[in-house]
């Protein structure tokens, strides 16, 4: 019997020992052992989730000692159309990671035991610091131009680097411009993480960092750029302005102010004490308190933060209002910045802003900062859009008319049988002459701003803004589809005219669309009632609703929003260009070029004495930038004659007494 015992636990080792030898080698099937990384071979398929390979990535050489990742899946997947990811890092290159690798700067492969775990599946590229498949979104552009740092490669046999094989980083493409952060007021419901901390105080003001404009970015491009650079203009601004260079001469002159807010970005006031500023602030009030109480004052105590800029202007960037201030603690690089939009520069050098509350909080007189800047761009994206738009034929006519006379329009000025205000012989001829034209050319009124003088603490029309006033009334009466757009490079231009209406005009009939982050308690409260404010911004109604007003205010830039809302071309049978001597011409496009077509009657107004504020950059300046359209239109051949058929001319020297008729 113990022979027997012998022979059969020999026999059972030989058994066990044969079996072992032929058990296969182990793979993602077998839950108990994890896979090992292996360096895939050429005729390996790409993830199912992506057609292409990741970008340059050194996979972890395996390590007994590292920790063990669990399993991606206890079933290989049936076939590479699965919607499931293998399982098997072997089977397959290395899939998407949500998270860069552990070395950015560095092609060499991390160790294993830095990464212990494989990166989770997902349809999203590793983040770089340099351009990487996808450039980092920015607020105003949320699809930039892609910029692929992938090697070149068949999407059929896709070839990764076997472990410990090292790629030389490329050198990183361009990225985009970093633009601003469009800020918000936050509202107390809302969760985002880019609200302040500081923003439980509650007494002031909150800002949230958001994206507003759905414009694409457009690139300086680089041979453009290197000239601006050397402070050389462009070869097109040395052209003359034509129907064939229009386009390519205003998007240098915009691109010279792109690249004037680049070589300031990094613009940095180190240790500078921050002074608080007590300022009276006069608030809105509804309009029939004002003419009860015309001497009682009705002001707002506000504490605005003070800082001064060098005197010199090329040792400081030209600052705008609603540009972005961010004060940083001195020797806390790893805080968050107080961040507030500027209010107001006075003399040229001295800025106020207003932060967040948190910062009241914090300050104190013997505390630095460091002030850094973010210029929002988003006005320079939609001029971009618009100079790239008057490229068409269809615009000709409203750029460069070239005629000595109107088809089918009778010279005499149609007669008003009842008129609104008060009018002189001069106002009363330019109403008449502008109710008569149809479609292009523009009529031009030159006289003084819309905007006269002030009563009460709110701006009366100018002989200019009753012309506006009248008109928009007389064309109400003549034809209930008739739709009329008002644009004005100001917001109180724009309140005013709209303010002038609202005794003929019916309420409900007019629309103020306002910018979405104008501050709300710079709206007059009979101005408010007119616009559409929710979840702390304002907006515009559903296209439905915004094809049914017939007069709609905005300013120049904010009229953007109407298109991009879905107001399309010719929808409006006559726009106003408002005071346009005080905007640059692409400012003035983005009404034209988005709702004009040749049947659109086009009215600009403006004053010989006004030119544009806004311009930053030299080389704008110089070659014609701060050239309105409305003084570039007054040298063309149409308007050089005092021809009432093209142009009235209305006396700066009168004096005009806003009046208006019982109704």
């Not at 605005?304 to 004060?327: G, K």
């Not at 859009?385 to 009778?410: E, G, T």
């Not at 408002?578 to 983005?590: G, K, Q, Y």
Request: aromatic letters at 10%; glycine letters at 2%; one cysteine or more.
């Amino acid at each position: 019997m113990m022979r027997l015992g012998i022979i059969i636990g020999a026999s059972a080792i030989l058994l066990w020992e044969y079996f072992e030898n032929k058990r296969p080698t182990p793979s993602s099937s077998s839950p108990e052992t994890p896979p090992q990384r292996q360096p895939t071979s050429s005729n390996s398929k790409p993830h199912p989730a992506s057609a292409e390979p990741p970008p340059y990535y050194s996979k972890p050489s395996p390590s007994p000692s590292s920790p063990k990742p669990p399993p991606a899946s206890s079933k290989p997947p049936s076939s590479p159309a699965s919607s499931k990811p293998p399982s098997s890092p072997a089977s397959s290159p290395p899939p998407y990671s949500s998270k860069p690798p552990s070395s950015p700067a560095s092609s060499k492969p991390p160790s294993s035991a830095a990464s212990p775990q494989p990166p989770a599946y997902s349809s999203k590229p590793p983040a770089s610091p340099a351009c990487s498949s996808k450039p980092p979104s920015s607020p105003v552009s949320p699809q930039p131009p892609e910029y692929s740092s992938k090697p070149s490669s068949s999407p059929s046999s896709p070839k990764h680097p076997p472990a410990h094989f090292s790629i030389p980083s490329p050198s990183p493409p361009k990225c985009p411009p970093v633009f601003k952060s469009v800020l918000r007021p936050a509202s107390s419901s809302s969760n985002n993480d880019d609200i302040s901390q500081n923003q439980q105080y509650g007494k002031r003001t909150a800002y949230v960092c958001v994206e507003e404009d759905p414009l694409p970015v457009f690139m300086i491009p680089e041979d453009v750029e290197a000239l601006i650079k050397k402070e050389i203009a462009p070869k097109v601004l040395n052209r003359p302005l034509s129907p064939t260079t229009y386009k390519d001469y205003f998007a240098a002159l915009l691109y010279s102010e792109d690249f004037y807010l680049e070589k300031w970005s990094d613009f940095l006031l180190k240790g500078v004490t921050l002074a608080l500023d007590e300022s009276s602030i006069y608030k809105n009030r509804k309009k029939e308190a004002l003419y009860k109480n015309r001497k009682k004052e009705d002001k707002e105590d506000k504490t605005f933060v003070a800082f001064e800029l060098d005197r010199v202007p090329e040792e400081r960037p030209f600052l705008l209002s609603r540009d972005l201030v961010l004060a940083r603690p001195v020797g806390k690089s790893s805080t968050e910045p107080f961040k507030g939009p500027i209010h107001k520069v006075v003399g040229s050098n001295r800025v106020l802003v207003e932060f967040e509350d948190g910062f009241y909080s914090y300050h104190h007189s013997n505390k630095k900062y460091d002030i850094s800047f973010s210029y929002n761009r988003v006005c320079l994206k939609r001029a971009h859009h618009a100079v790239k738009a008057a490229s068409d034929a269809l615009f000709q006519n409203f750029l460069f008319p070239d005629c000595d006379s109107r088809a089918s329009i009778p010279a005499a000025p149609a007669q008003l049988s009842t008129t609104y205000h008060k009018l002189d012989q001069e106002q009363h001829s330019a109403v008449g002459h502008i109710l008569r034209i149809q479609g292009s050319p523009p009529y031009v009124v030159t006289g003084p701003d819309c905007e006269g003088k002030s009563f009460a603490n709110l701006r009366e029309p100018s002989r200019t803004g009753v012309v506006v006033s009248e008109t928009v009334y007389q064309l109400c009466r003549k034809s209930p589809e008739y739709r009329i757009l008002i644009c004005a490079p100001t917001n109180s231009c724009c309140d005013m005219l709209m303010r002038s209406l609202v005794k003929v005009i019916p309420e409900s009939t007019m629309f103020r669309a306002n910018a979405a982050f104008r501050d709300r308690d710079e709206v007059p409260e009979d101005i408010l009632r007119s616009s559409l404010y929710k979840e702390s911004c304002f907006s515009c109604p559903a296209i439905e609703k915004l094809r049914e007003y017939k007069v709609i205010f905005s300013t120049f830039m904010s009229s953007f929003r109407l298109h991009d809302k879905g107001i399309a071309a010719g929808h409006f049978s006559h726009i106003f260009l408002v005071d346009a001597s005080s905007a640059i011409e692409p400012e003035t496009l983005v009404a034209l070029t988005n709702f004009a077509v040749k049947a659109t009657s086009v009215i600009v107004t403006g004053n010989h004495g006004n030119s544009p504020l806004w311009v930053r950059a030299d080389i704008a300046r110089k070659k014609g930038l701060k050239i309105s359209y409305f003084e570039r239109l007054c040298k063309l051949r149409p308007y050089r004659s005092p021809s009432p058929m093209f142009i009235t001319q209305l006396d700066l020297n009168q004096k005009s007494e806003y009046q208006t008729r019982p109704f």
